[in-house]
C-alpha cells in the first residue's frame, strides 16, 4: 500500500487521547484507539507477521522473524493516540507546495502562511499533508506508524533483503504521561534496542530527553471566622504563595531553553484550610535533577521552621529518565546505526535535546535503549500540523538503512 494512503487512511480513525477517562485509570482512554490497533493487527496478519497480539489495552506488538543469523533484534515504537487540544475528526488532504500561504479553510478564513512558518520555504515543490483547520492532522503519531508499517511491507516484500528480528509495537495514551509505555511488559519485547518514532521534521534526530518528576505539596492552615481571626486564621493560600515566591527566578519554562532545567508550578488548588501546589521538575543531569528535588526537600523543611510546625508536606516521585542514560555513550549502536542511515541517504542530522518526554524514555529505563526518530511532520498539537510527503517517505527509509546496516554486520 501506498505510504500516503496508509497515513490517510489513518488519519480517519479519531484516536484523541481522553484526559478524564486516563486520570480514571481507563486504557486506552477512547475507544477509537482500539479500533486503529484492530486495524492494525488486520494489516500485520496480511503482510504475514507472527507472533500478533493486540492486548486488551490496546497495546499491539507483532514480529517479523529474522531472515539471517547474527543481526541484531530492533524494536520499533509509536503511540495511537492523538493530544486533545482538538477533538474534531480530521480532514486531511494533500497539496502540491508551490509557495506562499496554504489555504487550509476557505469558509473560515484559516491559513498555513509562509511567514509565520519560515520553514515552508524548504518544501517548495513537495506534496503537503495538511487539515481542513479544524482540528490536528495527527501526524503525531500515525505518521510514524505509516512509516513503521511500510518499512515493514517492504521486508515482506523483498525477502532477499537480509534482516534480524523487526518487532513492531504501537501504544495507547502517550499525550498523557506516557501511560501505554509504563504499562508495557518490557519483557515481551526481545529486542537488542529499538526506535521510538515521534520527533519533527526531517532530520531531527533525539538521544537526550528531560529527567522528569512530579511534586506535590499540601499546604495545612487553620480555620477561623475571619471577624475573630486576629492570631488565629493561617491561611494555606498564602503559606502556598510565599513558598513560590522563595523558588529561584528566572528557572520556569518560560525563562529556559535547550539543556536549562525548571521548577514549573503548574496548579494550586484549595481555599484557608487545606492547598494542594502540583509541580514539575525537570533536568537533563542527572545529578542537577537530584539536586532540585533536594532543594524543594529542603525548602519545605526550611519553611516549617520558620512557620513553627509542620504546615506542609511534600511527595516527590520520578515520572521517567533520560533515555542517554540508557544508551550510555554516542557509539551506542542505536545512535550510530540511526546516523549512518541519515548520511545515506542524504539527510542533513539535527541532533536535538528534547525539552520534553517520550515514550522511548520509559522503554530505555525498562532496558532496551530507544532513541527518536523524525516522523517528518511539523507544529504537533496544533490545527496547522502539517506533514511533507518526502520527509515521510524518506522516515521508513532510514528504518530501512538501520535494518540494513545492522545485519551487514
Not at 488519519?11 to 481522553?18: A, C, G
Not at 497495546?59 to 492523538?82: Q, V
Not at 526550611?302 to 542514560?325: H, M, P, T, V
Not at 540508557?326 to 545515506?344: C, M, N, R
Amino acid at each position: 500500500m501506498d505510504i500516503v494512503q496508509r497515513f490517510l487512511n489513518y488519519t480517519k480513525i479519531n484516536t484523541t487521547t481522553d484526559r478524564k477517562k486516563g486520570a480514571a485509570g481507563l486504557m486506552p482512554s477512547s475507544e477509537n484507539q482500539n479500533e486503529l490497533a484492530k486495524l492494525l493487527e488486520k494489516e500485520l496478519r496480511e503482510l504475514g507477521l507472527s507472533e500478533i497480539k493486540r492486548r486488551d489495552n490496546a497495546i499491539t506488538t507483532a514480529l517479523l522473524p529474522a531472515n539471517t543469523k547474527d543481526a541484531p533484534a530492533i524494536a520499533f515504537f509509536a503511540h495511537l493516540d492523538t493530544s486533545c487540544e482538538q477533538t474534531s475528526d480530521t480532514k486531511a488532504s494533500v497539496t502540491l507546495y508551490k509557495g506562499g500561504d496554504i489555504c487550509l479553510n476557505e469558509e473560515l478564513g484559516i491559513y498555513l502562511k509562509a511567514k509565520d512558518f519560515k520553514e515552508l520555504e524548504a518544501y517548495v515543490g513537495d506534496e503537503i499533508i495538511h487539515t481542513d483547520g479544524t482540528s490536528l492532522l495527527g501526524a503525531d503519531d500515525k505518521a510514524a506508524i505509516a512509516e513503521i508499517m511500510d518499512m515493514v511491507e517492504f521486508f515482506v516484500k523483498n525477502p532477499q533483503q537480509k534482516h534480524g528480528d523487526i518487532i513492531v509495537c504501537f501504544l495507547p495514551d502517550e499525550e498523557q504521561g506516557l501511560r501505554g509505555a509504563k504499562a508495557l511488559d518490557i519483557s515481551e519485547i526481545k529486542a537488542d534496542f529499538g526506535y521510538c518514532l515521534d520527533c519533527c521534521g526531517i532530520g531531527e534526530f533525539i538521544y537526550e530527553n528531560w529527567n522528569a518528576g512530579d511534586v506535590e505539596i499540601v499546604f495545612s492552615g487553620e480555620s477561623a471566622h475571619p471577624m475573630s481571626a486576629k492570631g488565629k486564621l493561617v491561611n494555606s493560600l498564602l503559606l502556598a504563595h510565599q513558598f513560590i515566591s522563595m523558588l529561584p527566578r528566572g528557572e520556569a519554562p518560560e525563562y529556559t531553553e535547550n539543556k536549562e532545567g525548571y521548577f514549573w508550578v503548574k496548579e494550586l488548588n484549595g481555599n484557608s484550610v487545606k492547598s494542594v501546589l502540583t509541580m514539575d521538575v525537570r533536568e537533563f543531569d542527572a545529578q542537577k535533577y537530584r539536586q532540585r528535588m533536594q532543594f524543594l526537600k529542603d525548602l519545605v523543611e526550611a519553611c516549617n521552621k520558620i512557620w513553627g510546625q509542620e504546615r506542609a508536606k511534600i511527595k516527590l516521585s520520578d515520572r521517567y529518565k533520560n533515555a542517554f542514560d540508557s544508551l550510555k555513550t554516542t557509539d551506542s549502536p542505536a545512535i550510530q546505526l540511526a546516523l549512518k542511515a541519515y548520511e545515506k541517504l542524504g539527510i542533513k542530522t539535527k541532533i536535538i535535546p528534547m525539552r520534553g518526554g517520550y515514550d522511548g524514555a520509559v522503554i530505555s529505563q525498562k532496558g532496551v535503549p530507544c532513541p527518536n526518530i523524525f516522523t517528518g511532520a511539523h507544529n504537533f498539537h496544533s490545527i496547522y500540523e502539517y506533514l511533507p510527503v518526502n520527509s515521510l517517505k524518506m522516515a521508513s527509509k532510514v528504518l530501512q538503512e538501520i535494518i540494513l546496516d545492522a545485519a551487514s554486520k
